[in-house]
């Protein structure tokens, strides 16, 4: 079966420090990953995705993510938080074919101080 | 237009109603799902439904009925309302890619 951990519920940093919020999963071939936004009394949307090829993913917003494979990660970085960052972040793992239901793990809070 | 839209927003309604919630999407997806997601922002799948035929039905609740007149509509109709019901619902939508498209959400308040 697969899972998702991501082992912070809060995230507090300042506005302009970087961020990395983690993820790691358990799947029993190659996953499909996703890291997905979901804004105050918004639906979820999506940042960034790894299917295969690089490891280093580009997103919008100015986020990256980073697949390692040896320590089933993919892990979540910007390197300057706006205070608009903040928000709820759910990292997902999935697989190929369009009826495949994608597990998400429990979200993680980003906090942006000023 | 938005791509993936459910209505209404927002819903209030008391302990043993029947209400419903629909949702629609103009991507031309042919799958489409319904999540909850509770107070501590857990995304829970429900349902998913594949060329209007139902493809995944979780542990839930009988009183949970989708419903799906066409490939582009997924609704979710809910008897006998009850306080734990209280949640945020959202459908989605996906194709080959397995990104999922998200609605907005409808927040539903059982008093």
């Known amino acids: 079966a697969q899972s998702v951990t991501q082992p912070d519920i809060h995230i507090t940093v300042s506005e302009g420090a970087s961020l990395e919020l983690r993820c790691n999963y358990s799947y029993g071939a190659t996953p499909y990953l996703f890291w997905y936004v979901q804004s105050p009394g918004q639906g979820l949307q999506l940042l960034l995705k790894y299917f295969s090829g690089d490891t280093l993913v580009q997103g919008i917003k100015g986020f990256e993510a980073e697949f390692k494979r040896s320590q089933s990660s993919f892990n979540l970085r910007k390197p300057s938080v706006h205070w608009s960052d903040a928000a709820e972040y759910f990292c997902?793992?999935?697989?190929?074919?369009?009826?495949?239901?994608?597990?998400f793990g429990r979200g993680t809070s980003l906090i942006v101080h000023p | 237009d938005t791509a993936v839209s459910q209505t209404p927003k927002y819903l209030v309604t008391q302990m043993g109603n029947d209400k419903s919630i629909k949702c629609e999407q103009n991507?031309?997806?042919?799958?489409m799902y319904w999540y909850k997601q509770d107070s501590k922002k857990f995304l829970k799948i429900m349902f998913s439904?594949?060329?209007?035929?139902?493809?995944i039905n979780e542990t839930v609740p009988n009183r949970f009925s989708p419903k799906s007149p066409d490939k582009a509509h997924l609704n979710l109709h809910i008897n006998s309302l009850e306080l734990g019901d209280s949640a945020v619902y959202f459908c989605?939508?996906?194709?080959?890619?397995?990104?999922?498209?998200f609605g907005a959400g409808t927040r539903l308040s059982v008093l």
């Open positions: 991507l031309g997806h042919d799958t």
């Open positions: 439904y594949n060329n209007k035929e139902l493809i």
């Open positions: 989605a939508s996906s194709q080959d890619s397995n990104i999922q498209y």
């Open positions: 997902a793992v999935g697989a190929g074919g369009g009826s495949y239901i994608p597990t």
